[in-house]
């Protein structure tokens, strides 16, 4: 069944995967005597050569800190630094560079909003809607804002597929609703939502709307202004960037008149004992020095993304994803957990019988990650009633072969696991 690397035509331009693998060196390892098969890209991606240079370059030639000092290697540093904050801001399509926040990661975006916007605009009564797809990322940090401010966090439903019920979402909103807090593409079952319509259905009711984007980043196209967010989160570590980085975007005008939610340097014009003048916007928000070597990898990861055929990429990742699909359809045991009419390419499965443990253990002795458990989507699980899932989650760099290997390497392990 299986082809070799293939080129993938699209109309503007080729999509050429065998030169993309050469990018990405750890692809080329093997593990437990058998050549990487990577199907964990939900967790995290793995990191281009360019990504990698950029970072070492930054620790043996330019680092120093920056936005503080006069000499060249601070004022290097710092340009780089913003130079990286406006190849965020050309990724997202933002309008301004200074609505491009740098954080630690989606988590710590969330948690942003959720103490510097909903803590102190939120009152008893007040509601916050998410789903019941949510990331634990996007769903405890709104019930922490709910015990500060005694505001209500209410839960659309998804149907058996895996997908936001919108009638049920819309039925939920109301002149309460204050944020509704989604992901746009969900990391456990792979449902891609439909965030514009989310988003046109909040502000009709007049609420801001937080997407978490962590496992849409690269995997969809990408504008924030087209979206009309108000806020957009994402992590640089499955972004093909490094961990440790992240973005929160946020319509300026909300910004503006948010509150730190970190006090420190940087974030400051002027400190006295009787009164500080916080800082403009972004570095309000940017207390303290940052991840500099994180955002140039991040800035350099999405560089090489961008400076891909997007449209190429996408067809490419639906194209594994139909893969998967079929080659799990031909296994009888084995039942897919989300099957949303618009899906990434993420599946879920378990196998009657097998704990996703001992299968995810079983793959990896055939040099096979994939991941299993509650994928950090505890309500999920639970509302399809199940524990956990295993789960294999493709990029841009996977092949067919590697799907192929994958589902090969489960039906040679399942009589094992069955026995
Ligand atoms: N949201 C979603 C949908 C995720 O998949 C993840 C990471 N698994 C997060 C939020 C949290 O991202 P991070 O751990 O990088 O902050």
């Known amino acids: 069944m299986s082809s070799a690397p293939s080129e993938i035509t699209s109309a503007s331009t080729t999509f050429d995967i065998a030169a993309i693998r050469r990018d990405f060196p750890l692809l080329d390892r093997s593990v437990n005597g058998k050549p990487l098969v990577y199907a964990d890209n939900a967790a995290t991606t793995q990191k281009p050569n360019v990504v990698i240079e950029r970072i070492k370059r930054y620790y043996e030639y330019e680092n120093s800190n920056i936005h503080r000092g006069v000499h060249t290697l601070s004022e290097d540093a710092t340009e780089a630094y913003e130079i990286a904050r406006s190849c965020v801001k050309q990724f997202l399509n933002a309008a301004h560079e200074s609505e491009v926040i740098f954080t ?23 509601e916050i ?29 998804i149907n058996d597929a895996g997908e936001i019920i919108l009638e049920a979402f819309a039925e939920l909103l109301s002149a309460r609703t204050r944020i509704v807090a989604v992901g746009h593409i969900s990391n456990a079952l792979g449902t891609v939502n439909p965030v514009e319509r989310i988003i046109e259905l909040a502000h009709e009711v007049g609420a801001v709307v937080l997407i978490d984007g962590a496992q849409a980043s690269i995997h969809t196209p990408m504008d924030v202004q087209a979206l009309d967010c108000d806020f957009y989160a994402f992590s640089g570590h499955k972004a093909l960037g490094p961990t440790g980085v992240g973005v929160l975007y946020g319509r300026a005008s909300l910004l503006e008149a948010m509150p730190p939610w970190q006090g420190g340097g940087d974030m400051i014009k002027v400190v006295t004992f009787e009164h500080t ?25 999405l560089e090489y993304f961008m400076a891909l055929d997007i449209t190429a990429v996408m067809a490419h990742e639906h194209a594994l994803l139909n893969c998967a699909i079929a080659r799990a359809a031909s296994i009888p045991q084995l039942q897919l957990v989300g099957t949303a009419a618009d899906k ?38 639970s509302r399809l009633g199940l524990s956990g899932t295993a789960r294999a989650s493709f990029a841009l760099y996977n092949t067919e072969d590697e799907v192929h290997a994958v589902f090969d390497a489960i039906e040679k392990v399942l009589p094992m696991l069955l026995d």
């Open 129 to 157: 809607l998410v789903s019941e797809l949510e990331h634990h990322a996007n769903i405890v940090p709104w019930q922490m804002v709910c015990q500060q401010t005694g505001a209500i966090l209410k839960v659309a439903p």
């Open 344 to 381: 990434a390419a993420v599946v879920s499965f378990n196998i009657e019988g097998v704990h996703p443990h001992d299968l995810g253990t079983l793959l990896d002795q055939q040099g096979i990650a994939i991941r299993t458990g509650h994928h950090c989507a505890m309500p999920v699980m």
């Open 104 to 126: 630690s990661g989606t988590t710590e975006s969330i948690n942003l909003v959720a103490q510097s916007y909903a803590r102190t605009n939120l009152v008893a009564g007040d």
């Open 277 to 301: 003048e916080y800082n403009t916007l972004p570095y309000k928000f940017e207390a303290g020095t940052p991840n500099i070597a994180g955002g140039l990898g991040l800035a350099a990861a």
